[in-house]
């Protein structure tokens, strides 16, 4: 079975730009959330996403962005690029069967690597 | 505030010795415990997690950990090093009250010496 997939792989932009990260979960998945790691540390939870819907947001500002379509992929968008933005951007799946529980486990895809000039 | 600490950016072991990754969190309530290894240029993969069962759990490569309440750690594992263990360990958790978000430490990078 194919796991969590992203992409792009990599990504070069300039700041001010957009950014459109997509993300596609393991098959009967229905959760999907998003972390920001910068280099050298841990990742950072941005958002989750269950049925299509928010569930949780991490502390970024509102130039960061995302959705859940009906197959249960998702795309996250960040506006208005800064350098700080740079980082390894991860996607995570996990089944949410009724909802999402602390103890279900996340899946994680291989990462976009954004890189702000 | 609910947070989670690892000891050591670094840790060097030669191989075949024991391998002993630091985790301790802060919370006033139970949290539940993931470990996860992050080998270059790929994402997390989850090597076990605690739950409130049993308090020393096994997971995957060898690797366990032992959940200690009283000293609010959660420390990983394995007796013997191998090289293919040189990677990225991150210890996470979440609570029940959160339902969906895992807190990450800032991460322990295992190096292995032949």
């Known amino acids: 079975d194919a796991g969590v997939t992203q992409s792009p792989t990599h990504l070069i932009k300039t700041r001010g730009q957009h950014v459109t990260l997509r993300c596609s979960p393991i098959?009967?998945?229905?959760?999907v959330s998003w972390y920001q790691q910068v280099l050298g540390q841990g990742p950072q939870f941005i958002f989750q996403y269950y049925e299509k819907e928010e569930r949780g947001r991490g502390n970024f500002p509102d130039r960061f962005s995302a959705r859940q379509f009906p197959n249960y992929s998702s795309e996250l968008n960040v506006n208005a690029l800064l350098l700080g933005d740079s980082a390894l951007y991860l996607c995570?799946?996990?089944?949410?069967?009724?909802?999402?529980?602390?103890?279900?486990?996340?899946?994680f895809g291989p990462g976009t690597r954004l890189t702000v000039l | 505030a609910q947070s989670v600490t690892q000891l050591g950016s670094h840790v060097s072991v030669s191989e075949g010795a024991l391998v002993l990754l630091r985790c301790n969190y802060s919370s006033s309530v139970p949290p539940y415990l993931f470990w996860y290894v992050q080998y270059p240029n790929q994402g997390l993969q989850l090597l076990l997690k605690?739950?409130?069962?049993?308090?020393l759990v096994k997971g995957i490569n060898g690797f366990e950990a032992e959940f200690k309440k009283s000293e609010t750690s959660f420390h990983l594992t394995k007796p013997s090093a191998h090289m293919s263990d040189a990677a990225e360990y991150f210890c996470a958790v979440s609570w029940m009250d959160s339902s969906y978000k895992l807190i990450f430490g800032s991460g322990t990078r295992l190096l292995v010496r032949p």
């Open positions: 995570a799946s996990s089944p949410g069967l009724a909802k999402p529980t602390s103890t279900d486990t996340q899946y």
């Open positions: 605690y739950t409130s069962a049993a308090t």
């Open positions: 098959s009967g998945h229905k959760s």
